[in-house]
């Protein structure tokens, strides 16, 4: 099996200022351990530059006129009303080269999909992709392009059949409204309840319209949710979905905001649940275009999408980090010292209202989703 890696340091060049949680640095950090762990020099693994995405590919799916906006942005300041696009002091605040790093991440997204599509390989992975948020017109919840909307949309130009499931702790909003009224499109998402997080969507009866109904599947998720109660409701949805649709390729947004740890987040996953639902992922897709999204807490992102990664290639990892990179990464204040360490805090049972709670969601999606997916 072959597998891709996308990744650039040039995203180390754009900044979202001091204070906003996307911090850059996630993204070095999991490279920089992907590599102390040598799982970049495995002879099954392509390591792929990320090359910016054309201007064009972005038309695909966003309107020209907030293109336009993007790109006067891309100086650092814009004068007039940005209200209307979401941009703005906040969220998705405008800093110098917005436009130019939405450009990478979904450059890289693209060149995932081509490494998948053209057949090079199985499995690629795009760590600074999986901006889920972003609208038509609109940049929300750090995110300003829309690059697993625009990797949908190629995979589908190319003839290929899709199933998009999204385990980042936010509902996957934006990837949903693009594919709402279409049965080409499965999209699955698994997230907290939108009545304790943003975006406040991605309830179960949001289940598509017209040709799309049934096509678009939630999993909201009460805060506090374990292990046990997150892995029961996917494997009670996500695999009989997938074989019912029957895709030519998974994309999936590994967002790694799920843990009790995260700062922005109130789900209670620990690693452990992370791994066993990648590891099912890996199993279930017959081709995989991998991309990152949320993840607040740098040290868990670094782990987690390395450890991402190492399924993907079906390597064990030895649980003591690479000291080349601990040393490294104490200096950016990362003091875990081993891959799973705290994140690994089982935290099983006592969940019995959330069990009850998600036993009604699961009934729910199967009795009005399951019987309208089909191949
Ligand atoms: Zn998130």
Not at 96 to 117: E, K, N, R
Not at 134 to 158: H, T
Request: hydrophobic letters at 40%.
């Amino acid at each position: 099996m072959k597998t891709a890696f996308v990744y650039t340091d040039a995203y180390l060049d754009y900044d979202y200022g001091p204070t906003h949680p996307l911090r850059i640095i996630r993204l070095k950090l999991t490279y920089d351990l992907i590599r102390a762990y040598e799982l970049l020099d495995l002879p099954s693994v392509q390591f792929i530059p990320t090359i910016k995405a054309e201007e064009e590919d972005l038309a695909a799916f966003h309107s020209k006129e907030y293109l336009n906006i993007l790109k006067q942005a891309n100086a650092g300041r814009l004068t007039g009303s940005t209200f209307c696009f979401g941009l703005g002091p906040g969220d998705n605040p405008i800093f110098p080269g917005l436009y130019d790093l939405s450009l990478l991440a979904t450059g890289a997204t693209l060149q995932a999909v081509d490494f998948v599509a053209d057949g090079r390989g199985e499995i690629a992975f795009n760590i600074a992709g999986g901006l889920h948020h972003a609208m038509q017109s609109r940049a929300s919840g750090f995110c300003y392009i829309n690059d697993p909307v625009i990797g949908i949309m190629r995979l589908l130009s190319r003839g290929k059949r899709v199933a998009y499931i999204d385990i980042d702790a936010h509902h996957g909003d934006g990837v949903q409204r693009a594919f709402y009224g279409t049965n080409r499109v499965l999209t699955i998402s698994l997230h907290e309840t939108g009545h304790t997080l943003f975006p406040g969507t991605g309830f179960e009866y949001e289940i598509g319209e017209g040709e799309g109904e049934g096509y678009a599947v939630n999993l909201p998720f009460p805060h506090d949710t374990n292990d046990d109660v997150y892995v029961w409701a996917f494997e009670e949805v996500v695999p009989e979905l997938i074989h019912a649709f029957q895709p030519d390729v998974v994309v999936t947004q590994l967002g790694v905001d799920t843990f009790y740890n995260d700062p922005l987040t109130n789900l209670h996953l620990s690693i452990l649940g992370y791994e066993r639902v990648l590891k099912r992922i890996k199993d279930l897709a017959p081709r995989w275009v991998a991309l990152g999204g949320g993840g607040y807490n740098i040290s868990n992102v670094a782990r987690a999408w390395t450890l991402a990664w190492a399924v993907m290639n079906g390597i064990e990892l030895k649980e003591d980090l690479p000291k080349s990179f601990s040393e490294e990464a104490e200096k950016m204040g990362v003091e875990e010292r081993e891959l799973r360490g705290s994140l690994r805090t089982p935290l099983h049972g006592q969940n019995k209202e959330n069990r009850m709670e998600m036993e009604r969601v699961v009934h729910y999606v199967k009795e009005t989703v399951f019987p309208k997916v089909k191949r």
